[in-house]
Nanobody, 124 residues
């Protein structure tokens, strides 16, 4: 089993910054990629940013230029630095990881895991 534990959410004024952290633990061989999604009240969960184990990154248009995703492979952790926050960034932010698991010696496949979510609230 794999666990993702997030931290770093909170309440901030518009224009402020927050840094989200997510650490993966448990039984897995390696990480394919990790990322962040968010879900605002009444909306579907949407993708925010992703980083691969090779360091390649991708961002939704709303995050480009304001958010920065990074990974510490030694700690199996991913971070999301969010700057110039806006009220529309208010949401529950979820960490996502695609990892390789090996339930048996000859069996290996990728599986997705999610964190429990951390609330980010941006006041105007």
């Amino acid at each position: 089993q794999v666990q993702l534990v997030e931290s770093g959410g909170g309440l901030v004024q518009a224009g402020g910054s927050l840094r989200l952290s997510c650490a993966a633990s448990g039984s897995f061989l390696n990480i394919n990629f990790m990322g962040w999604y968010r879900q605002a009240p009444g909306n579907q969960r949407e993708w925010v940013a992703t980083i691969t184990s090779a360091g390649n990154t991708g961002y939704t248009n709303a995050a480009k230029g304001r958010f920065a995703i990074s990974m510490d492979s030694a700690k199996n952790a991913v971070y999301l630095q969010m700057n110039n926050l806006k009220p529309e960034d208010t949401a529950v932010y979820f960490c996502h990881a695609s990892v390789v698991v090996t339930p048996a010696t000859t069996i290996k496949y990728s599986r997705d895991y999610w964190g429990q979510g951390t609330q980010v609230t941006v006041s105007s």
